[in-house]
């Protein structure tokens, strides 16, 4: 047992003194978010790794985020609260089966979603994130044919609004995928006024009931933005917390889960494994740390810095 620590005042004073600088994502639960330097979706992060001077980097998120991180700093160090923080979407994409798959499909360009293994973004020519996907699609010639991994429900949606037929990996997040839609029909029917949003992460009879699909900070700004007062929003419960923030009048319902999923409600068990005393000790003891080969990494960063670039 740990003797009565103040987690926010030893972070705060870790932080200035070795010189940290603490990445969060919006589905981090409220007490890390709300310390964080920077909280943002994945692209922000990731664009905020690529810039930064400080000397270590605490990612507050999971571990395919601190190994993108860590492969734009390769210097640097990386910590993550829990090395145990990771994707069920990263995992559905396995590196041998996927460099197969490639090889099934030569003439391909492929683009990846960053929720994916530092192997594959090795294996992609374009890495992307839910709020740029469209514009890094468009940017390549609409006759050339491409693998897009690893998210089947992302891909689906993003070959109906770029009008292409990209060949799509059989992946999926669990979190995005344990939405019911019988549920959230009667949960809409008790607030017909609502609007229904969703990550594009979501499975497509979800997509097919909202009227705005977007990225966290997409979804976030939506909100913001508009005149509506009540909100259904179908991606990980943890966003409530910025959104609750940013809106204190307007009334934010989290879509229902189904009974039968494997979490327990919309919420990330990996997310959700990081907490301040285990953000505290990965300061403290700047561990575990996240290590990348050097070979896969010169690899993974054409990609990653190929997104980066377009996304200025
Ligand atoms: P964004 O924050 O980029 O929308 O990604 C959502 C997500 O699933 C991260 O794991
Ligand atoms: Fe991965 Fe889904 Fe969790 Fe995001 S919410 S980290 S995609 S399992």
Request: proline share 5%; hydrophobic share 40%; glycine share 2%.
């Amino acid at each position: 047992n740990t003797p009565d620590i103040d987690y926010v005042v030893e972070i705060k004073r870790l932080k200035k003194e070795k010189n940290a600088v603490i990445l969060a994502h919006y589905y981090q639960i409220d007490e890390i978010q709300a310390i964080a330097d920077f909280v943002g979706d994945s692209l922000y992060l990731a664009q905020k790794a690529a810039e930064t001077d400080a000397d270590m980097i605490v990612f507050a998120g999971v571990h395919f985020m601190a190994e993108t991180a860590k492969i734009l700093n390769p210097t640097k160090k990386v910590v993550l609260p829990d090395l145990k923080a990771g994707c069920s979407l990263a995992d559905s994409c396995p590196p041998k089966e996927f460099a197969a798959f490639k090889k099934e499909h030569p003439n391909h360009v492929v683009v990846t979603y960053i929720n994916c293994s530092a192997e594959i973004k090795a294996l992609s020519d374009i890495v992307c994130t839910s709020s740029n996907a469209k514009k890094i699609i468009d940017s390549i010639p609409m006759d050339q044919p491409i693998i897009f991994a690893p998210d089947r429900n992302l891909g689906a949606y993003l070959n109906k609004e770029t009008g292409r037929e990209m060949l799509l990996w059989d992946g999926a997040c669990m979190v995005h995928e344990a939405f019911s839609v019988e549920k959230l029909i009667t949960l809409y029917q008790k607030h017909p006024t609502a609007e229904i949003i969703a990550h594009p992460e979501s499975q497509a009879h979800i997509l097919k009931a909202a009227s705005y699909i977007g990225s966290t900070s997409g979804l976030l700004n939506h909100v913001k933005n508009s005149d509506k007062e009540t909100f259904i929003v179908a991606t990980e419960a943890g966003i409530l917390y910025q959104m609750m923030l940013d809106n204190p009048d307007k009334e934010i319902i989290p879509a229902p889960a189904k009974e039968d999923n494997t979490c327990a409600c919309s919420e990330c068990m990996y997310m959700k494994m990081n907490n301040m005393k285990k953000l505290y000790l990965c300061m403290q003891y700047e561990l575990p740390a996240i290590e990348v080969d050097k070979d896969l990494s010169k690899k993974a960063i054409v990609s990653i810095n190929r997104m980066l670039e377009l996304s200025k």
